[in-house]
C-alpha cells in the first residue's frame, strides 16, 4: 500500500503557540505534524469560519424567532386597543364643558384605572390571566 504522498513545510510561530504545541505532542501517538494537519483540516473545512458563529448561530435564529412573535403580540394589542378605543369614543358622547363633577368623576376613574394598572406591573400580575372562562353551567364556580 503506498503512503499519501507529504510536503514538508517550514513555519514560523509565537512563543506561547509553540509551547502548546509541544505539550500536545508530548502525550504518547501524537506528532506535531499530525496535530498541524488536522487543525488545518478543520480550518480549510470550515473555510474560517467563525468559531462565535458556530456557536451563537442557533441561539440567534432562536431569539430571531421569539422576537418576531413578540412583534405579532405586540401588534394584536395595539390593534385591538385601537379598535376598543374607536368603538368607546363612537358610542360615549363627549361631556359638556359645564358638567365639572363629571369632569371630575372621570379623571378620578382614569387616575384609579392608571394606579391599577401601575400595581398589576408592579407585582407582575396581568388582567388577562385571571379571566375565567366562560361557558360551563349556569355560571357555576368550581
Not at 508530548?26 to 494537519?37: E, F, H, Q
Not at 401588534?75 to 386597543?81: A, D, G, H, P, T
Request: charged share 30%; with cysteine.
Amino acid at each position: 500500500m503506498k503512503r499519501p504522498e507529504k510536503c514538508r513545510h517550514q513555519l514560523y510561530l509565537d512563543a506561547d503557540i509553540s509551547a502548546r504545541l509541544e505539550e500536545l505532542a508530548a502525550k504518547p501517538g501524537a506528532s506535531k505534524s499530525a496535530i498541524l494537519a488536522d487543525a488545518l483540516q478543520a480550518w480549510l473545512t470550515k473555510r474560517g469560519a467563525h468559531e462565535l458563529d458556530d456557536r451563537f448561530g442557533l441561539r440567534l435564529e432562536r431569539m430571531s424567532g421569539q422576537l418576531g412573535r413578540i412583534e405579532r403580540d405586540q401588534q394584536i394589542v395595539m390593534e385591538s386597543l385601537a379598535l376598543f378605543i374607536r368603538f368607546f369614543l363612537t358610542i360615549n358622547a363627549p361631556l359638556p364643558e359645564a358638567d365639572q363633577a363629571a369632569r371630575a368623576v372621570g379623571r378620578d376613574r382614569f387616575k384609579a384605572f392608571i394606579d391599577q394598572v401601575g400595581r398589576n406591573l408592579a407585582s407582575g400580575t396581568r388582567t388577562l390571566a385571571r379571566a375565567e372562562p366562560t361557558g360551563g353551567s349556569g355560571g357555576e364556580k368550581p
